[in-house]
């Protein structure tokens, strides 16, 4: 999961718990890089094996996207795979699509339509399919 760092004790948790809950198996950088890990290391690792990318856009997100951090690294990876479903949460496509139109052109979920538990069962539902 593609989190901006300051969502990762809020909503990127929150998203993780719901899904490890309902049985998926979720890369999350705060329970998969270890002390002492080398942080970019680690993540390319979880990438490589991940099968479908989930990148929860935020207004934290949207933030920090433009000055080229982790986050935005990771993004440029996952555009490049068929399965990459954005989150939209406390923002909305219009704000996604000034600062990413590749992402905001990828079908996806927004927690203003439906709550957090649902959007985790449509992906849960994904995953197993």
């Known amino acids: 999961m593609c989190h901006a760092w300051d969502d990762r004790q809020g909503a990127a948790k929150d998203l993780n718990d719901l899904l490890v809950g309902q049985g ?5 950088s705060e329970n998969d890089i270890g002390l002492g890990e080398p ?5 390319d690792k979880g990438l490589a094996k991940s099968r479908i990318g989930i990148v929860l856009v935020t207004p934290s997100l949207l933030k920090r996207l433009p000055s080229g951090g ?9 555009l490049q795979r068929d399965q990459l479903v954005p989150i939209i949460h406390n923002t909305t496509y219009d704000a996604l699509r000034e600062v990413s139109p590749m992402l905001a052109s990828r079908n996806g979920l927004d927690t203003a339509e439906m709550p957090m538990t649902d959007v985790a069962a449509k992906l849960a539902e994904l995953v197993t399919t």
Do not use: M
């Open 24 to 28: 998926v198996s979720v890369w999350f």
């Open 39 to 43: 942080f970019l290391r680690a993540i």
């Open 70 to 78: 982790v986050a935005d690294k990771e993004l440029s990876v996952l």
